[in-house]
Structures are given as C-alpha cells and as structure tokens.
C-alpha cells in the first residue's frame, strides 16, 4: 500500500494482509507489523494517524527481517563451529 491509497470516502485503507499473528518477539503482527493496540484502534484513528503508522511498516519489516537474520546466523554457527 502506498500512502497516497485511500478509499473512495478518503478513509485510509488498513495495511492488514491477512497474516495475522503477534509476533512474541516485538509485539507486532508478522503480516502487517502493527502492534495490537494499532490494530484495535485503526478505525478510531485519524487519516494522519494511520498514515503514520503506515510510513513505519518498511522500517518495521526491516527490522524484524535483521532479527530473524541473525537468529538464523547463531544458530547455525551454534550447530557448526568451524
């Protein structure tokens, strides 16, 4: 989703994609990176709210991606020492 999507009303569309899992590491949804209190409040928020909220996601991804990137590199030099 880009910033500039919206619905026909103006309203900004959720960035939900249907993965709906918290994820216990940060908190945040595994398919939207929204924390749950974002989630629960999407509707009552404001237009410039939720943009921000959106504008946060890539940032979001990327860190969970670096996370699970370096989970993955200690387990494998974990499993093999050389």
Do not use: N, Y
Request: with cysteine; aromatic share 2%.
């Amino acid at each position: 989703m880009t910033l500039s999507e919206s619905t026909p009303s103006g309203a900004i569309k959720s960035p939900c994609v249907r993965i709906c899992r918290i994820d216990p590491a940060d908190g945040r949804c595994m398919g939207c990176s929204r924390t749950t209190d974002e989630i629960r409040e999407w509707f009552a928020k404001s237009d410039q709210e939720k943009l921000s909220i959106i504008a946060m996601i890539p940032d979001r991804m990327r860190e969970r991606l670096a996370r699970l990137r370096a989970a993955r590199e200690a387990a494998a030099a974990g499993k093999d020492p050389a």
